[in-house]
C-alpha cells in the first residue's frame, strides 16, 4: 500500500491517418467533475475527492467506457488558466501544446466547465480554443444547476465559441453519447478557429467570459441553502472545532469497536484455511516453507484489512461531503503558528492514507520553499502502511478499558495519541525548517470551500475496492518475497540434513550481531530482523514478524499477538511504535521525494533526520517506561 | 447594511481593506495591492475589479473568513483580505452586470 495503483496504457505507434481523432485532453478547472468523467469515460479508478486539486499529474486512458478503446484520453490536473502559477497548471499546459515527453499530443480537446459556476469557468474557454484544436464543450453538472433555477442557452453558447456545447452529468452519466458523436468525427468537420479578442490579462479574459455568459442568458444557480445552513454549525465558533474533535475521536474508537470483531472473524478464517492447507500436506520442509513461512507471514498482515478498510469508509465520507475543506480552514490557525502554508494541511491529511500521492499533490503550493518543507514533514504523518503494527502492538498490550466513559477506549486513545505524536513530529519539523534553511514569506492561503455533497455508493466503494487491492496486492509481492527470503536464511545452514534452532540460522546469527544497537530500545533480535526489513515498506514487519515467530518452536503454536506479549516487555513494546510513528521506512517515498525535489540531497537528509529522531524517542520511551512503570 | 462603512464625500471614493468588512456586509471589489502572480490566482477565483464580494464568516479561531464572491465561497487570511481595497455598493463608478 505504500503507492497508488499504476495505471499502465499502451500508446498506439504507427502514423496518424489525416483528420482522425486519436488522443483527447481532458480539460478543466479545478474541481469541476473531471475525473469523475475521466473515470466513467475509461473505465479507470482515479481517486475523486470534493476538493479542488485532486488530479495533479495527467493520466492517461483508453476511451473503453463509450467503446471507444482505440483512442487515449489524458486528464490533466484542473488549471484556472494556460498561464502557469503553479508546477500542475504547468504540466497542463506543457501537455496541451505537445510538449510533454511521452506523452502523446492530443488531436482534440474536451473542456470541461462546471455549469454551476459558468460565469467564471468560461474564462478558461478563451485560451484553449485559442490553441485551435478541435474543442467539444461539455457543461457538467447540468441537472443540479437546472435544479436549482440556473439556467444557459447552449446553442447560443455553441455559436457564440464556434463550437460543440453538451449538456452532461458525469456522475450520473448522462450526455455520454455527444462525446461518442464527437470524437468519431473527421477533424476538420468540427475545427473551426475561433476569433478572439486580443487578451492578455485575467480582467480581460473576465471581460469577455462576463459577456458570453449574458449573451447565452445564463442565469447562476441559487447558492445551496443546506450548505449555509451546515456550515453555520460546522463553522460555529464553539461548535466547529468541538464538532472537528468528535468526528476525530468517532473515527478511532470504530476501528476498534467495529472493526476489532470484524478483524479477529477474519484471522479464525485465514488460521483455519492454512490449517486446511497444511493437512493435505505432506509433513516436511515444504509444508514448513509454506504454511510457517509463507502463510504466517502473508495472514499475519491479511488480517488487518478489515479495519483498514473501515478507516477508509469514515475518511471517504468526510473527503467526499465536502468536510474536509471545513477541515483545513478549522486547522489553518494551527498551521500559521507553525508558519506552514494553509494549502499544506490538505496534503498533510491525504498523508494518512500514503505519503506518495500526498507529496505528488504538494504541487498545488505555489511557493517553493513551502512546498519542500512540506514534502519533508508528510512522512511523519501516520500512512495507513503503519496501521497494522499499531494494532498489533495495541491488542497485545494496551488492556481495553474505557477512559472517557463508552465514548472513548484506552485502546482507541493510544492509537490517536500514536497520529498526534506524528502530527507533532510533522509540525514541529516544519516549524525548524521554516525557521532554518527554508525560510521564506508567507504566501497567502485561498481555499475554495465547495458545496456539501451527498458521497455515492459507487465512489465510496470504488475507493475501498482500490485500497483493498493495493493492500492485498502488497502483501501478494513484496511481503511474500520477503517472508520467502526469511524462512530460507532461517532454515540454513543445515547440519547432517537437519534444520538448526532459529538462534543458530544465518538469521538468527545476523539478528544477534546487530542486537547490541536495539537492546537499548527495549527490542529483541526478531525486531531488529524486522526494523531491517521494513525498510522497504512499514507494513512488511508484521510479516517478517509473523514468518519468525512462527517458525519458532517456543511461540510457534501461539497466536502472533500472544507470541509477541511472551517476547516483548511493555517499555520494549512502546518503543516500538514510538519508533514507528517517527522513522523513515518507505523507499517508495524516498523516491517520490527524489523526484519531486529533482535531488538526492532531500531524501538523504530526510532519512537520516528521521531515523535518527525515531531512534533517540524510541530510547526515552523504553528508558523512562522501564524506570517508572 | 454596510453602516460600517463612513459615507463617501461627494466626488471621492474612499477605498477600504477587505478584512474590514463585516459579516453579512457586501461591497464592491476596487483592487488588489498584491504580487502579481496571487493578483492572478485570486482574480481566476473571482476576485475581480467591479465584482461584488460579501463577508460570508470567520473560521472559529476568528481568522481566515470565508467570502462569497461570484457564486463560491473562497477562504482567505486576514493579511491576503487587508491588501484587496474594496468600496462601498453605490459608490460612482458604474457596477457592470455580472
Known amino acids: ?629 | 447594511m454596510n453602516q460600517a462603512i463612513p459615507p463617501t464625500p461627494v466626488g471621492m471614493i474612499r477605498l477600504m481593506a477587505l478584512s474590514k468588512l463585516g459579516i453579512g456586509e457586501e461591497a464592491v471589489v476596487s483592487r488588489l495591492d498584491l504580487p502579481e502572480d496571487v493578483q492572478y490566482h485570486l482574480m481566476h477565483m473571482g476576485f475581480v475589479p467591479e465584482a461584488r464580494v460579501t463577508a460570508l464568516r470567520r473560521a472559529p479561531a476568528g481568522d481566515p473568513t470565508v467570502y462569497a464572491i461570484d457564486g463560491l465561497e473562497i477562504a482567505l487570511r486576514r493579511d491576503t483580505a487587508d491588501a484587496i481595497r474594496i468600496r462601498q455598493v453605490g459608490d460612482a463608478r458604474p457596477v457592470p452586470k455580472s
Not at chain 1, 501537455?95 to 454551476?116: I, Y
Not at chain 1, 465510496?460 to 493495493?470: F, S
Request: with cysteine; hydrophobic share 50%.
Open chain 1, 1 to 629: 500500500m505504500s503507492c497508488c495503483t499504476p495505471v499502465s496504457v499502451e500508446i498506439p505507434a504507427g502514423p496518424r491517418s489525416a483528420g482522425k481523432i486519436r488522443t483527447i485532453a481532458l480539460v478543466g478547472p479545478p474541481n469541476s467533475g473531471k475525473s469523475t468523467l475521466f473515470n466513467r469515460l475509461t473505465g479507470l479508478r482515479q481517486k475523486v475527492a470534493n476538493y479542488p486539486g485532486v488530479t495533479v499529474e495527467q493520466r492517461i486512458g483508453k476511451l473503453s467506457g463509450i467503446g471507444r478503446s482505440d483512442l487515449i484520453l489524458i486528464d490533466l490536473p484542473g488549471i484556472y488558466s494556460l498561464n502557469s502559477y503553479s508546477e500542475d497548471a504547468r504540466v497542463a499546459v506543457d501537455v496541451l501544446k505537445g510538449m510533454m515527453p511521452g506523452t502523446p499530443s492530443p488531436d482534440a480537446v474536451l473542456l470541461v466547465l462546471d455549469s454551476m459556476h459558468l460565469s467564471r469557468q468560461l474564462m478558461l474557454a478563451g485560451p484553449v480554443l485559442a490553441l485551435g484544436l478541435p474543442t467539444l464543450i461539455l457543461l457538467n453538472m447540468t441537472d443540479v444547476m437546472e435544479a436549482r433555477n440556473g439556467e444557459v442557452d447552449s446553442l447560443a453558447l455553441a455559436q457564440e465559441l464556434r463550437a460543440p456545447v453538451a449538456k452532461i452529468s458525469a456522475t450520473r452519466g448522462t450526455g455520454m453519447d455527444a462525446i461518442s458523436i464527437f470524437v468519431a468525427r473527421k477533424t476538420e468537420q468540427i475545427h473551426r478557429p475561433l476569433e478572439l479578442p486580443i487578451m492578455g490579462n485575467a480582467a480581460s479574459y473576465r471581460q469577455w467570459a462576463t459577456g458570453v455568459s449574458t449573451r447565452t442568458k445564463y442565469k447562476a444557480p441559487l447558492s445551496s441553502e443546506t450548505t449555509r445552513r451546515l456550515d453555520r454549525v460546522l463553522l460555529h465558533r464553539a461548535w466547529g472545532p468541538l464538532i472537528f474533535l468528535a468526528v476525530v475521536v468517532t473515527l478511532f474508537q470504530a476501528v476498534f469497536t467495529l472493526g476489532q470483531p470484524l478483524s479477529d472473524g477474519f484471522q479464525a478464517l485465514l488460521d483455519n484455511a492454512g490449517m486446511r492447507v497444511g493437512a493435505l500436506l505432506p509433513a516436511g520442509w515444504i509444508q514448513s516453507l509454506l504454511i510457517d513461512g509463507v502463510w504466517k507471514g502473508v495472514s499475519a498482515i491479511l488480517v488487518f484489512l478489515p479495519q483498514i478498510l473501515l478507516l477508509f469508509l469514515f475518511i471517504g465520507v468526510l473527503e467526499d461531503s465536502g468536510y474536509l475543506a471545513r477541515a483545513a480552514l478549522i486547522a489553518d490557525r494551527v498551521m500559521r503558528a507553525i508558519g506552514l502554508n494553509g494549502k499544506a494541511f490538505i496534503p498533510l491529511l491525504s498523508a494518512y492514507a500514503c505519503a506518495v500521492p500526498a507529496i505528488m499533490s504538494t504541487r498545488t503550493i505555489e511557493n517553493k520553499r513551502d512546498r519542500f518543507a512540506t514534502i519533508l514533514v508528510t512522512p511523519f504523518m501516520t500512512c495507513s502502511a503503519r496501521i497494522p503494527i499499531y494494532l498489533l502492538i495495541i491488542a497485545a498490550f494496551i488492556p481495553n478499558r474505557p477512559v472517557l466513559g463508552a465514548f472513548l477506549g484506552m485502546r482507541a486513545a493510544v492509537m490517536l495519541g500514536l497520529y498526534l505524536l506524528g502530527f507533532v513530529a510533522a509540525l514541529a519539523t516544519a516549524r525548524l525548517l521554516k525557521s532554518s534553511i527554508l525560510k521564506a514569506s508567507s504566501a497567502p492561503f485561498i481555499l475554495e470551500l465547495p458545496q456539501y455533497r451527498l458521497p455515492t455508493l459507487r465512489s465510496l466503494g470504488l475507493r475501498l475496492l482500490d485500497r483493498a487491492k493495493v493492500f492485498v496486492k502488497q502483501a501478494g509481492t513484496v511481503i511474500l518475497a520477503v517472508t520467502l527470503v526469511l524462512w530460507l536464511l532461517s532454515h540454513i545452514p543445515t547440519h547432517g540434513g537437519m534444520f538448526p534452532q532459529l538462534a543458530d540460522s544465518w538469521i538468527g546469527k545476523l539478528g544477534q550481531w546487530i542486537e547490541p544497537v536495539i537492546r537499548p530500545l527495549g527490542f529483541n533480535w526478531k525486531i531488529g530482523i524486522g526494523l531491517l526489513t521494513s525498510v522497504l515498506a512499514r507494513e512488511v514487519i508484521v510479516g517478517t514478524l509473523g514468518t519468525l515467530y512462527g517458525g519458532d518452536p517456543a511461540t510457534g503454536n501461539m497466536t502472533l499477538q500472544a507470541a509477541i506479549r511472551h517476547d516483548l516487555q511493555l517499555g520494549g513494546a512502546i518503543a516500538l511504535v514510538v519508533y514507528f510513528a517517527l522513522a523513515m521506512q518507505c523507499t517508495s517515498t524516498l523516491a517520490v521525494v527524489k523526484r519531486e525535489t529533482n535531488s538526492w540531497k532531500w531524501p538523504a537528509v530526510q532519512f537520516v533526520y528521521m531515523t535518527v529522531l525515531a531512534y533517540v524517542a524510541a530510547l526515552a520511551t523504553n528508558q523512562i517506561i522501564t524506570r517508572f512503570f
